[in-house]
């Protein structure tokens, strides 16, 4: 296997830990207006990620270096055709690192109240549009023989695209209410969990539309496999929910997103980014990548940092995993 594959499969693994552990983040973000009856519970669903949020956020920072150090053309072509929806992606997180910071800093309930509709709303925006990204991704937009986007912001808002951005949405928000099962007592672990099933029913629907979508247009036997464990997966993860098992429940949606992800970058490969004009004017593992020796200094340093990243993440998780309610909520309205 040449080094820029392996860079291929790297990056996937990359959005992969991003999708999964931020998948939750912005699932919890937006339960804070579906499942919190008040400002106690809002504030426990915003305790269960507080010490985790902006570490589960380096995902994403260390995926977009990945891509623009291993694959600069793909990240050029990428950033500048999705210019807007990646900018209101990092004005939302941007907003909403500020918001889990300010809503605290003063008593006023209106203050606390703004700061609050603004973790939702940061949470909702991202779910949805990175689905449509990848789906228009997987699916191929117009780029040029120059390896330029030539479409509009119009072209990016396609049925599959909306479908996949759909899906990120249930899927994330579904995960979130397993993780607040996962880490509440109470009455509100009950009510997430009566959630959490009904979304991951309105979830699987979804899911299966997509997925089968993406096996009809460009899937392979590979694909097919991954399609069947997220499928399989997520079935599980409603079960298990659904019989007050959240760990497992957890552990499945986590393998859903993970196969869900890894089907979209198998059928993608050997192409980083499609082009729905011509074929031979796609972007792929070879004609978009850095040069060897930029590749082999990128994976040294991958292989000394990486481990000690997963070691202190799993410390904190580790040390801030056991569960909490209303009841371990000060009174002071801070």
């Given at each position: 296997m040449e080094l820029h594959d392996i860079w291929f499969v790297l990056i996937a693994v990359l959005w992969i830990g991003y999708f999964f552990l931020e998948g939750f983040d912005f699932g919890i973000g937006v339960l804070t207006k579906l499942l919190a009856r008040d400002r106690a519970e809002k504030r426990v669903l915003i305790n269960t990620i507080g010490p985790v949020w902006d570490g589960n956020e380096v995902w994403l920072l260390t995926a977009g270096g990945a891509t623009f150090a291993a694959f600069p053309d793909w990240y050029a072509t990428l950033?500048?055709?999705?210019?807007?929806p990646l900018l209101l992606i990092l004005l939302c997180l941007i907003v909403r690192?500020?918001?889990f910071e300010y809503r605290a800093k003063r008593p006023e309930p209106q203050w606390q109240n703004n700061w609050e509709q603004a973790i939702f709303w940061t949470s909702l925006i991202p779910a949805v549009l990175w689905g449509v990204a990848f789906g228009n991704i997987v699916r191929g937009v117009k780029i040029d023989a120059s390896k330029e986007y030539v479409g509009t912001l119009f072209d990016l808002l396609n049925p599959y695209a909306l479908l996949g951005g759909l899906v990120t949405l249930t899927l994330f928000t579904f995960h979130g209410a397993v993780f607040a099962a996962l880490k509440t007592v109470g009455d509100i672990r009950e009510r997430a969990?009566?959630?959490a099933f009904a979304l991951g029913l309105v979830t699987a629907v979804l899911a299966l539309s997509?997925?089968?979508?993406?096996q009809a247009s460009r899937g392979d036997g590979s694909s097919l496999i991954a399609m069947g464990i997220a499928v399989a997966a997520l079935v599980g993860a409603v079960g298990a929910i659904k019989a007050g098992r959240e760990g497992w429940s957890f552990a499945l949606s986590g393998v859903t997103i993970a196969a869900a992800v890894a089907m979209l970058f198998l059928t993608l490969f050997p192409d980083v980014m499609p082009s729905s004009l011509d074929p031979a004017w796609s972007l792929t593992v070879t004609n978009a990548a850095s040069s060897p020796y930029t590749l082999k200094i990128m994976t040294?340093?991958?292989?000394?940092?990486?481990?000690?990243?997963?070691?202190?993440?799993?410390w904190t998780y580790w040390v801030f995993r056991k569960r909490i309610g209303t009841q371990h909520i000060a009174a002071d309205p801070h």
């Open positions: 950033f500048s055709g999705f210019y807007l690192g500020v918001a969990r009566k959630l997509f997925l089968t979508w993406t040294w340093c991958a292989a000394i940092a990486t481990p000690l990243v997963l070691l202190y993440q799993g």
